[in-house]
């Protein structure tokens, strides 16, 4: 290795990873566990660039290096200020330039053994990528299928106390995958953020054990699951859970039972059905909505929306789904869901 730089594959030899990007480059995606010390905030970054576009290259380094530098001993004076001398960091910013060279140059002047990420960021998207093209095909993947309201993510969840692996898409896109699944208290990751999530967890994974997946569709909410992985997903061997109506109306009145406290909310995503329902119905479960009458309107969304949808869409689209076996059960409570997924696990 070169010295004072480092790849890709050497990220787990440092103490710490630091991303010297603008936070708003942050916000959208970093590399796994690193914090963000910006040597350019965000409206300093427009600063320098308008400079170096509007004026020269010279103007926009000389004033760009005075920011540089102040924001460098900001650092060095509070969140590093109790670093021993045997800290060993990784920087980084966008193509492993200017930014990222900067900050490592100060701390080797320091004294500590500060490497920077060759490439940066650009770097390891790159390896992302290339790592979910890589992983996905080795996976022994079991899809838990099932329409809306069978406790699928619940069953995910059971399997992973009972020490199964297990692949929450839902839980990385912060998404339940319906037209009612965005979650009230927090935001969904950007996709490259997504995308980052869902590599780290791949690589978690032992290839030689069952890898338990939800059915999902391409898009979960506003993120796409990447096409090698639906792909793989698709051809994966299915389990189905063959709820009762009434069991699974009981779950989503439970599950969803947070979207009673937004009215407003809740119609505005209901309104999102407006080309798939009739303005006579989607005038019903508003109305439903507003008087706080989730069971009856997640009954007709159950018969009306989620049910013909799942029709039309899972034998298509998994070519496991007309072979998979069936479980067969009228308690999606605690109790029923650990006993579906004692019984997906004894399927083998």
Known sequence: MQKGVATVAQLSGFDEIIDARTPAEFAEDHLPGAINLPVLDNAQRVIVGTIYKQQSAFDARRIGAAMVAANIAHHLG????DKPRTWRPLIYCWRGGQRSGSFTTW?????WDACQLEGGYKAFRHHVIASIEHITPTLDLRVVCGPTGSAKTRVLEALAELGAQTLDLEALAA????????????????????ETMLNARLEALDPTR??????????????????????????????M?????????EFLVRDYAYLGDDVAGLQRNLQRLRELQS???LARWHALAAAGALPALFGELIDLHYDPLYRRSQDGNYAGYAKAPRLHTDDLGPNGVRELARRIIALG
């Open 107 to 111: 701390l080797r002047m320091v004294g």
């Open 78 to 81: 509070t969140a590093l200020r």
């Open 175 to 194: 998404h339940k995958g319906s037209v009612l699944g965005a979650l009230p208290d927090r935001p969904q990751p950007a996709q490259k953020h997504f």
């Open 241 to 249: 859970i063959d709820a009762t109506r009434e069991a699974r109306l």
């Open 210 to 239: 069952p890898v338990y997946v939800e059915a999902e569709s391409r898009k979960i909410g506003l993120v796409f699951v990447p096409e090698p992985l639906i792909m793989r997903m698709r051809a994966a061997p299915c389990v």
């Open 279 to 281: 303005k006579e119905t």
